[in-house]
């Protein structure tokens, strides 16, 4: 019972966390929409780049499904179902591999866009040769912070479904038994 009660409370509690992060990076993509950060990494304006738009719509829908799968496993702690939690569980999986693809498409994209910035960047002001170029080098700090977060993420969604999976399980296990003594009583009359 009491590994059951610690499992509920690490459930509950990365289900806060990612909930909180979902609202943040809703905000953030918001914010970003209406008001583009200026041009750091690129000469030209980041809201007239189609990838702009294109990772403001992903990071939005993203953000979305996970707000609601947080939910949902906010609202399957709540209830004693075996089924509500074993679909939080199935979405758990779901985004799990959205954070690997998304990790692989980092590491995969990140030479190649190393390359590209440098020839961009070549010879502006910010990037004389035998100097450090201070775009490139913001651009690759942002990137492997990235990356960091994308591991803590993963890591964190591991622990929840490892806490939901044992939940679960448990949950099912009470329900066959409660059935099983109900079947007996009707069996007895």
């Known amino acids: ?79 004693l179902n075996s089924i509500l939690l074993f679909v939080f569980i199935l979405g758990q999986v779901a985004m799990m591999f959205i954070v690997g693809i998304s990790f692989a498409f980092t590491l995969t994209v990140r030479k ?12 502006k002001p910010n990037c004389l040769e035998g100097q450090p170029c201070i775009p490139l080098e913001t651009f690759r700090s942002s990137e492997s912070l990235l990356i960091v977060f994308l591991l803590i993420f993963f890591a964190i969604q591991i622990i929840q479904l490892i806490a939901s999976w044992y939940l679960c399980e448990r949950r099912s296990s009470q329900e066959k038994y409660k059935l099983q003594l109900q079947k007996a009583d009707e069996d007895d009359e």
């Open 112 to 123: 190649r866009l190393h390359m590209k910035l440098e020839d961009i960047w070549k010879n």
């Open 1 to 79: 019972m009491a590994y059951s009660r610690i499992a509920r409370c690490i459930a509950t509690f990365t289900n806060l966390i990612f909930l909180s992060i979902a609202v943040s990076l809703l905000l953030i993509t918001l914010l970003s929409a209406f008001n583009p950060p200026k041009p750091v990494v690129s000469p030209e304006r980041v809201n007239e780049y189609p990838q702009f738009i294109v990772t403001l719509l992903l990071i939005g829908s993203y953000s979305t499904f996970l707000f609601v799968l947080s939910l949902l496993g906010l609202v399957s702690l709540c209830f």
